[in-house]
């Protein structure tokens, strides 16, 4: 059976930027606080006339252009993300239409800020069961559009952008996907959600008067849970595969709290030099993140072929997921 590998990592954010301090005129805080308490300085904030397909179309074409893949060898599009241009059509099917991928199928799915590593995890699948050559996997979010600007518990922290993986069958056994650890705990759906816009609360006058239409976050709950399962299932996935925390060259984590991926670092024991950290410049762009990260590893020289590289994400449902890899280029 093939196995799959990460060949190509494009990625989006769009122009404008929002500082700390930018947000300080809109709602009572200010740079110091922020930094202390999340270690974001700015986040990327989308025009209005800019859409989830849009950016998600730009890392697409990112992806491939560094691979140098036409659209048409695409099979596949699974695009990942809780903010799609409509419920239906499917972002995805907006994508591959603008992208010109018209041999491939595709899906969105939904795991928020756990999103992208779940449809990584259906990529490898995919390909490992030689039904699939090449699959496009996007994250991709337009926060900015669900966010509540009067509230600083959760303003703070949002920001837009789009990453993308090319996952392809790989030519030796040793580079590419090793393994993968997913779950989700719905004890955890009241801690972090949108409240209104589905078919439990469709939105109305009095869900927009009463501003149910943003997101809502009990920051100590999520912040709790994250730390203890971005650890547990990251300590799993290497005993299961015979590796320990030193051998990892990269944790490459979801990119929602400084203090979350030190404090999962630490427990690990793997060392700051080895852990990848961008939330400064980009904010949580829920599941663009990883990709987003990837990026700049790779433009740093930090991330190499045959390093071993481990992703971890948290995100609201509660959604888990960590995942093993080889990198192949």
Known sequence: ???????????????????????????????AWIVERTGIKERHIAEKTIATSDMALEAARDALQQRGVGPDELEAVIVCTVTPDMLFPSTACLVQHKLGAKGAWGFDLVAACSGFLYGLTVAAQMVCAGSHGKILVIGADTMSRIIDYTDRSTCILFGDGAGAFLVEASEDDYSGYIGHLNEIDGSGAP??????????????????????????????????????????????????????????????????????????????????????????????????????????????????????????AVGAGYTAGVSLWRWAY
């Open 1 to 31: 059976m093939p196995k799959a590998k990460i060949s190509a990592v494009g990625c989006f954010v769009p122009p404008q930027v929002l500082t700390n301090d930018d947000l300080s005129r809109m709602v009572v805080t200010n740079d």
């Open 191 to 312: 801690f972090l959600n949108m409240p209104a816009g589905g078919s439990r609360m469709p939105a109305s006058t009095e869900t927009v008067n009463a501003r149910q239409h943003y997101v809502k976050q009990e920051g100590q709950q999520v912040f709790k849970f994250a730390v203890r399962k971005m650890f547990e299932l990251s300590e799993a996935i290497l005993r299961r595969h015979g590796f320990q925390a030193s051998d990892v060259k990269l944790l490459i984590p979801h990119q929602a709290n400084k203090r979350i991926i030190t404090a999962t670092a630490e427990r690990l024991g793997i060392p700051p030099e080895n852990v990848v950290i961008n939330l400064d410049r980009f904010g949580n762009t829920t599941a663009a993140t990883i990709p987003l990260a990837a990026r700049d590893a790779l433009a740093e020289g930090r991330l190499k072929k045959g390093d071993l590289i481990l992703f971890a």
